[in-house]
T-cell receptor, first 113, second 111 residues
Framework: GAGVSQTPSNKVTEKGKYVELRCDPISGHTALYWYRQSLGQGPEFLIYFQGTGAADDSGLPNDRFFAVRPEGSVSTLKIQRTERGDSAVYLC???????????FGQGTRLTVV | QKEVEQNSGPLSVPEGAIASLNCTYSDRGSQSFFWYRQYSGKSPELIMSIYSNGDKEDGRFTAQLNKASQYVSLLIRDSQPSDSATYLCASQMDSSYKLIFGSGTRLLVRP
């Protein structure tokens, strides 16, 4: 596609539920990043994929968060047992290589009620 | 101390003026730097990247990098009301490709 695509745009879920957020990167981009952004803050790093493998998952806040990229393209961020503190905008970005310019999708606004 | 620091603003400038946005970083291993623009309710949009000391110009935008002083700046010439947004500074190390963002500076351009 022309840009990074994220679905859904908005997700409202109840506390304790499981959610999946999807990211479709720019075609040909091997690097994929997940960030989350709270109001008034800059994006906070969660995880970085180079190809199919998670090269750096140091930003995942706890073991309720998990991400996969099984074929080196689409990625899914999975959050188990959601908590109200997980409410944020989850952003995905991709780049050709890990150390070049990264482009963001429109984000998924997650609200846990 | 945050790794990337920005003044939250708002920085208010009149239309046609030069807006100067600054950013400092703490990790001397940072090699690449990026400026993103973020409109309210939208995702960050890449506007400039800079990798070596000095100035880099692109249209009305000039990015400046001084690794010795650990600061990065963005100048916007002939500011327009449409430039009103939050500007995010990000650093990246070659050893770890994650981008570290500052909290952003809100810019208001008054007509």
């Amino acid at each position: 596609g022309a840009g990074v695509s994220q679905t859904p745009s908005n997700k409202v879920t109840e506390k304790g539920k499981y959610v999946e957020l999807r990211c479709d990167p720019i075609s040909g981009h091997t690097a994929l990043y997940w960030y989350r952004q709270s109001l008034g803050q800059g994006p906070e790093f969660l995880i970085y994929f180079q190809g199919t493998g998670a090269a750096d998952d140091s930003g995942l806040p706890n073991d309720r968060f998990f991400a996969v990229r099984p074929e080196g393209s689409v990625s899914t961020l999975k959050i188990q047992r959601t908590e109200r503190g997980d409410s944020a905008v989850y952003l995905c970005a991709s780049s050709f290589l890990g150390n070049t310019e990264a482009f963001f999708g429109q984000g998924t606004r997650l609200t846990v009620v | 101390q945050k790794e990337v620091e920005q003044n939250s603003g708002p920085l208010s400038v009149p239309e046609g003026a030069i807006a100067s946005l600054n950013c400092t970083y703490s990790d001397r291993g940072s090699q690449s730097f990026f400026w993103y623009r973020q409109y309210s309710g939208k995702s960050p949009e890449l506007i400039m990247s800079i990798y070596s000391n000095g100035d880099k110009e692109d249209g009305r935008f000039t990015a400046q990098l001084n690794k010795a002083s650990q600061y990065v700046s963005l100048l916007i010439r002939d500011s327009q009301p449409s430039d009103s947004a939050t500007y995010l500074c990000a650093s990246q190390m070659d050893s770890s490709y994650k981008l570290i963002f500052g909290s952003g500076t809100r810019l208001l351009v008054r007509p």
